[in-house]
C-alpha cells in the first residue's frame, strides 16, 4: 500500500502543501524580482535621454532686461556711494 497524496477528504498531504507553498512564496519573490529590476531599468533610461534647453527669443529679451536692471541698480548704488563721499567731503571742508 502506497500512501496517497490526497486524503478521503480531498486535501493534499502535509508536504505536498509546503511543497505548494514554498514554490508559490518562489514564484511571487521572482515576480517581484523583476518588477523592480523593471522599474529600475525605467528610471535608468529617463536618465539617459536628453533634453536640451532651448533659448527663445523671449528668454533672451528677459535676460538681457534682467542685465539691464542689475547694472542701473549698480550705477544707482555708484550714485549713491558718490553722494555719501562729497557729503562727507562738505562737512569736512566745513568743519575746517
Do not use: C, D, W
Not at 29 to 37: G, S
Not at 66 to 73: A, D, G, H, R, V
Amino acid at each position: 500500500m502506497s500512501s496517497p497524496k490526497h486524503h478521503e477528504s480531498g486535501q493534499l498531504n502535509v508536504g505536498e502543501r509546503l511543497y505548494q507553498k514554498g514554490r508559490k512564496k518562489q514564484e511571487e519573490q521572482e515576480r517581484k524580482r523583476r518588477e523592480l529590476y523593471e522599474e529600475l531599468e525605467r528610471k535608468k533610461q529617463a536618465e539617459l535621454i536628453f533634453h536640451p534647453q532651448l533659448v527663445t527669443k523671449t528668454q533672451q529679451v528677459t535676460a538681457e532686461n534682467t542685465s539691464k536692471e542689475i547694472l542701473s541698480k549698480e550705477e544707482e548704488l555708484i550714485m549713491y556711494g558718490r553722494m555719501l563721499h562729497e557729503k562727507k567731503e562738505m562737512a569736512r571742508i566745513i568743519n575746517e
